[in-house]
């Protein structure tokens, strides 16, 4: 029987795999390579750092959390010639295609042409308004999602890799130059690059999700979950962000400078009026 290999978006979705019956072995992708600093080799001592940096300053996870969850995964993937097959299971949203692109480019590393890569990407779906996520299918239905498969030959790994360098280099008219849908087994690499560039200051000095996360704000005295929710809501209904709890905490966090605080209740102040 042939050996399989599944490279997962998260651990709710290796909880649905197991219960799908599909076999092969799991590794988790536990990063979100589309905050934090970042550089184009992935895996190296300079990635790691800066990872190290990022997780433990900017969200309170300290080195060896960070080494046990996240390291120490990944690195399994270092060597996989005992495999015969690969399945990458990922999302439509930016914060998964940006740790598809760096997988892809990480998978390079060890790229055997024994081995067979595929991409399961979950996204568009005739006669659904919004887009799919792995967790809107149940354990029944991901042997049909297992079953559209689209392999990925190692020009198209090289592709990702392009993409994830541009993705890395972070310039937004690189950005806008490149034509990030030249391989249509990757449909949301563009779209996700698109929702990056709105990550870009605009005129005022504000992105796009910090504009919203002041609106928010504004429009009503709520606490940090409700704003969180309202974020959560927005992202689903009118984006492609993909962030959880986390990256829309530390959004606001890190816009203290225009609000005020009455017991959990977050308000404008003057300045962050001057926005909305």
């Not at 690195?75 to 949203?93: G, H």
């Not at 295609?97 to 005739?126: F, P, R």
């Amino acid at each position: 029987m042939a050996k399989k290999l599944h490279i997962l978006n998260g651990d709710s979705t290796a909880l649905t795999l197991k219960e799908s019956g599909i076999e092969g072995d799991v590794v988790v992708w536990r990063e979100m390579l589309c905050e934090g600093a970042i550089c184009k080799e992935v895996g190296s001592d300079e990635f790691w750092l800066k990872r190290y940096d990022y997780f433990e300053n900017e969200l309170g996870v300290t080195k060896l959390e960070y080494f046990d969850k996240t390291i120490k995964e990944i690195v399994k993937l270092e060597n996989v010639a005992n495999y015969d097959e690969i399945i990458l299971w990922f999302e439509y949203d930016l914060f998964c295609q940006v740790n598809l692109m760096a997988l892809c480019t990480y998978l390079l590393e060890s790229y055997d042409k024994s081995v067979t890569y595929h991409l399961v990407c979950t996204g568009k779906e005739n006669e659904k308004d919004q887009m799919q996520t792995l967790g809107d299918y149940d354990a029944e239905s991901y042997p049909q999602l297992l079953g559209k498969k689209k392999k990925l030959s190692r020009i198209k790994l090289l592709f990702a890799k392009k993409c994830w360098e541009i993705y890395v280099n972070n310039n937004p008219e690189e950005l806008m130059a490149f034509n990030f849908n030249q391989k249509p087994d990757f449909a949301y690499f563009q779209m996700a690059i698109d929702q990056h560039l709105q990550r870009f200051p605009k005129s005022n000095g504000l992105n796009q999700i910090q504009q919203k996360l002041l609106e928010v704000i504004g429009s009503n005295s709520l606490t940090k979950n409700q704003i969180v929710r309202e974020m959560l809501l927005w992202q689903r209904t009118e984006t492609v962000y993909g962030f959880g709890d986390l990256q829309y905490v530390n959004y606001l966090d890190n816009l203290n400078a225009y609000y005020t605080m009455n017991d959990e209740n977050y308000q404008l102040n003057e300045k962050g009026k001057k926005f909305i």
